[in-house]
């Protein structure tokens, strides 16, 4: 069973930019979510969706969204880019008995 | 609001002993806890799981205890090997995500 991929791997934008951000989760896990790692906050919830449907945001500014297909791979995205974004963009995808199963994540640092 | 706490950022354990690492949490609706093991730059890798009805759960090295009084959970790692040394996340379940704590750095010592 392949894992979560998540592209691209490394990225660099600079300030103003925006960015899009791809996962596709575990083939038939349909609850994708978002989470950004940091140095100094640590592992923090972005958002999840379950069939095509946000069922849940965490505490970030309007400029981080996301979406989810009806395959159930996932994009975020975050807009107007500012050096504070520059983070791991980690995806997970979540089977029925509560297994979280996580990407490589997106490594996107902003200059 | 820090719901889940490792207080220890950072623990060093020869090899062959007991590794425990310990992670605190206030928030009594969470219902799964997990334990995960992250490098650099690359995600967590899942490692044990306990739900909140139970108070043990153990799989080969590792053994999670849950107190629930306590809103307390341990990780135990036994015998500790070289490869152990990580940084380790507890998280917790609830609302449909995760909420981790701020890691603890592994080092076990040769």
């Known amino acids: 069973k392949a894992g979560v991929t998540q592209t691209p791997r490394y990225l660099i934008k600079t300030r103003g930019q925006q960015v899009t951000l791809s996962c596709s989760p575990i083939?038939?896990?349909?609850?994708v979510s978002w989470y950004q790692q940091t140095p100094g906050q640590g592992l923090q919830f972005l958002f999840e969706?379950?069939?095509?449907?946000?069922?849940n945001k965490g505490n970030f500014p309007g400029r981080f969204s996301g979406r989810q297909f009806s395959n159930s791979r996932s994009e975020m995205n975050v807009s107007t880019l500012e050096l504070g974004d520059s983070a791991l963009y980690l995806c997970?995808?979540?089977?029925?008995?509560?297994?979280?199963?996580f990407g490589s994540g997106t490594r996107l640092t902003v200059v | 609001d820090q719901q889940v706490k490792q207080n220890s950022p950072s623990l060093s354990v020869q090899e062959g002993r007991i590794s425990i690492l310990n992670c605190d949490y206030t928030?009594?609706?969470?219902?799964?806890f997990l334990w995960y093991k992250k490098y650099p730059a690359e995600g967590p890798t899942f490692l044990i799981s306990?739900?909140?009805?139970?108070d043990k759960n153990e799989d080969g090295r590792f053994t999670v205890f849950l107190n629930k009084s306590a809103k307390h959970l341990s990780l135990h790692i036994v015998p500790s090997q070289p490869g152990d040394s990580a940084v380790y996340f507890c998280?917790?379940?609830?609302?449909?995500?995760?909420?981790f704590g701020t890691g603890t750095r592994l080092t076990i010592i040769p």
């Open positions: 928030n009594s609706m969470f219902d799964y």
């Open positions: 306990i739900s909140s009805i139970k």
């Open positions: 997970a995808s979540r089977s029925r008995n509560y297994g979280y199963t």
């Open positions: 969706y379950f069939s095509e449907t946000q069922r």
């Open positions: 083939s038939g896990h349909r609850s």
């Open positions: 998280a917790a379940s609830g609302n449909e995500k995760l909420t």
